[in-house]
């Protein structure tokens, strides 16, 4: 439970930082699905399961009791009780779907693909509003969102660790709307995919690796009391009563009201918080505003909603934004990279590096030596890979930087060494310069807050120094 004023403050404090440390996977329920249809506000599912009657002829009557809603789940049961067959519901629902030019990405949705640190969300919906409110704010729309859905009879899973993927992923737990059962749409339908999820050639292993690495924010998704103790103990991989070091967080209004399911969580998985301040779209309302307070945005930076083409650095090409960040590194060490570059983004720093590692000649050289000119920060990415003997071409952009600081003004830092293992400081290798240069030490390769906060504020001093130059 999260209780006092000091509760709150290290609540949120906690969350944030691990958040922006990539180390957060918000698992994404219907509660945050509050649509405009018909110049209305509503929630998604509820409609859908008052449409999906009218449709397939099923009865109104017995109205649901007072202060719950209609289900799908309801909808199929009476269907069926009419002689109706099964499978003509997942026909018919797909049929009264509403389409794309009838239903935008809710606001919660599209809050929470602002937060740029998240690569990875977990949809516990059929629908595809996640993956569309991620390509509205990050992409302007063009579909660049890597869209993944589990069921039984196709059993996907991610390809990569989340720190080596290079676009976000919205991984559909529960399947994706379509005209034959492959999505969970009844309680049956959920108790299968659970089923099928603990068979050893069924199961999504990466996703629960991942998973079971990760804080969980788990937002209304409307679990029953056997599902969210039985989908926790499967994300952590081991008793909760013995879970250490991690902190999930439930915000759910059907959860907070669970006095049973509260009670478990209270004794045998303390480290599973319930959020108090309200229900799924509050806490996602509330992360929001304090991500962008610890995140503004830079006047010179381009807008998150913008198209992808407006942040050149992030989708590989060789031109660079004036004053971005230059990565240089090996390129077995990319992964790491990737996880530095996301959360540098996340802060509002724009950034460059040779995503591809394309060496096309002379015209490419002069290309990256330009680049490494016109960086506000060169950031070499030091580890035991790069101390190979073989000619690489991460030695000519450190030479190339080294050309750079020469002329940068002595107040200024340019070169921020960071070191991803542990390679020693002193290692003859590695350019002289950079040895005399405090390293950023990363062990893990994991970007801390402390770090990203750094080079942000690096970052902005090279903004307003050039902003008064002549």
């Given at each position: 439970?999260?209780?006092?004023?000091?509760?709150?403050?290290?609540?949120?404090?906690?969350?944030?930082?691990?958040?922006?440390?990539?180390?957060?996977?918000?698992?994404?329920?219907?509660?945050?699905?509050?649509?405009?249809?018909?110049?209305?506000?509503?929630?998604?599912?509820?409609?859908?399961?008052?449409?999906?009657?009218?449709?397939?002829?099923?009865?109104?009557?017995?109205?649901?009791?007072?202060?719950?809603?209609?289900?799908?789940?309801?909808?199929?049961?009476?269907?069926?009780?009419?002689?109706?067959?099964?499978?003509?519901?997942?026909?018919?629902?797909?049929?009264?779907?509403?389409?794309?030019?009838?239903?935008?990405?809710?606001?919660?949705?599209?809050?929470?693909?602002?937060?740029?640190?998240?690569?990875?969300?977990?949809?516990?919906?059929?629908?595809?509003?996640?993956?569309?409110?991620?390509?509205?704010?990050?992409?302007?729309?063009?579909?660049?969102?890597?869209?993944?859905?589990?069921?039984?009879?196709?059993?996907?899973?991610?390809?990569?660790?989340?720190?080596?993927?290079?676009?976000?992923?919205?991984?559909?737990?529960?399947?994706?709307?379509?005209?034959?059962?492959?999505?969970?749409?009844?309680?049956?339908?959920?108790?299968?995919?659970?089923?099928?999820?603990?068979?050893?050639?069924?199961?999504?292993?990466?996703?629960?690796?991942?998973?079971?690495?990760?804080?969980?924010?788990?937002?209304?998704?409307?679990?029953?009391?056997?599902?969210?103790?039985?989908?926790?103990?499967?994300?952590?991989?081991?008793?909760?009563?013995?879970?250490?070091?991690?902190?999930?967080?439930?915000?759910?209004?059907?959860?907070?009201?669970?006095?049973?399911?509260?009670?478990?969580?209270?004794?045998?998985?303390?480290?599973?918080?319930?959020?108090?301040?309200?229900?799924?779209?509050?806490?996602?309302?509330?992360?929001?505003?304090?991500?962008?307070?610890?995140?503004?945005?830079?006047?010179?930076?381009?807008?998150?909603?913008?198209?992808?083409?407006?942040?050149?650095?992030?989708?590989?090409?060789?031109?660079?934004?004036?004053?971005?960040?230059?990565?240089?590194?090996?390129?077995?060490?990319?992964?790491?990279?990737?996880?530095?570059?996301?959360?540098?983004?996340?802060?509002?720093?724009?950034?460059?590096?040779?995503?591809?590692?394309?060496?096309?000649?002379?015209?490419?050289?002069?290309?990256?030596?330009?680049?490494?000119?016109?960086?506000?920060?060169?950031?070499?990415?030091?580890?035991?890979?790069?101390?190979?003997?073989?000619?690489?071409?991460?030695?000519?952009?450190?030479?190339?930087?080294?050309?750079?600081?020469?002329?940068?003004?002595p107040s200024m830092r340019y070169i921020v060494p960071v070191a991803i293992d542990d390679i020693p400081p002193d290692e003859p290798a590695i350019p002289e310069r950079f040895r005399r240069i405090n390293w950023v030490s990363l062990s893990d390769g994991r970007p801390t807050a402390d770090f990203v906060a750094a080079i942000r504020q690096l970052y902005r001093d090279y903004q307003k120094a050039t902003a008064v130059a002549p």
């Amino acid at each position: 439970m999260i209780a006092s004023k000091a509760e709150t403050a290290r609540f949120w404090d906690q969350l944030l930082q691990f958040i922006e440390e990539g180390r957060v996977v918000p698992i994404v329920g219907q509660d945050l699905l509050v649509c405009e249809i018909d110049g209305q506000s509503t929630l998604l599912y509820p409609y859908l399961a008052a449409k999906l009657a009218d449709y397939l002829g099923v009865p109104v009557d017995p109205p649901p009791p007072e202060g719950t809603e209609e289900t799908l789940n309801a909808v199929a049961c009476r269907y069926l009780e009419g002689g109706g067959e099964l499978e003509d519901v997942y026909s018919a629902l797909k049929t009264i779907m509403p389409g794309r030019d009838k239903i935008q990405p809710p606001l919660p949705l599209r809050q929470l693909a602002g937060i740029r640190a998240f690569k990875l969300f977990v949809s516990t919906t059929f629908d595809s509003l996640l993956a569309d409110a991620v390509d509205a704010v990050r992409f302007g729309g063009q579909p660049k969102t890597e869209s993944l859905a589990y069921c039984p009879t196709a059993a996907q899973d991610l390809t990569c660790e989340i720190a080596a993927l290079d676009r976000p992923v919205v991984f559909q737990l529960f399947g994706r709307l379509s005209a034959v059962p492959d999505y969970a749409l009844t309680e049956e339908d959920v108790l299968e995919f659970v089923h099928s999820m603990q068979s050893e050639t069924h199961r999504p292993q990466r996703l629960f690796d991942e998973m079971g690495k990760s804080q969980l924010l788990v937002l209304g998704s409307r679990f029953p009391d056997w599902l969210a103790r039985f989908f926790l103990r499967t994300a952590r991989r081991e008793r909760l009563s013995l879970a250490r070091g991690k902190t999930d967080v439930l915000a759910d209004s059907r959860t907070r009201e669970d006095h049973g399911l509260v009670l478990f969580l209270q004794h045998f998985s303390s480290r599973t918080k319930v959020y108090q301040g309200g229900g799924a779209v509050e806490l996602v309302d509330e992360l929001a505003r304090r991500w962008a307070e610890r995140h503004p945005a830079l006047p010179s930076a381009p807008e998150s909603t913008g198209p992808a083409a407006a942040r050149p650095a992030g989708e590989g090409s060789l031109d660079m934004l004036p004053g971005a960040v230059f990565l240089s590194y090996a390129s077995e060490d990319r992964p790491a990279v990737e996880a530095i570059r996301e959360a540098l983004e996340s802060a509002g720093v724009d950034v460059w590096f040779d995503r591809d590692a394309l060496k096309l000649g002379d015209a490419y050289e002069a290309k990256i030596r330009n680049n490494i000119e016109k960086a506000s920060l060169f950031v070499p990415i030091l580890s035991r890979n790069t101390l190979t003997p073989s000619r690489r071409f991460f030695r000519i952009e450190w030479d190339q930087a080294e050309r750079v600081a020469v002329q940068v003004p002595p107040s200024m830092r340019y070169i921020v060494p960071v070191a991803i293992d542990d390679i020693p400081p002193d290692e003859p290798a590695i350019p002289e310069r950079f040895r005399r240069i405090n390293w950023v030490s990363l062990s893990d390769g994991r970007p801390t807050a402390d770090f990203v906060a750094a080079i942000r504020q690096l970052y902005r001093d090279y903004q307003k120094a050039t902003a008064v130059a002549p």
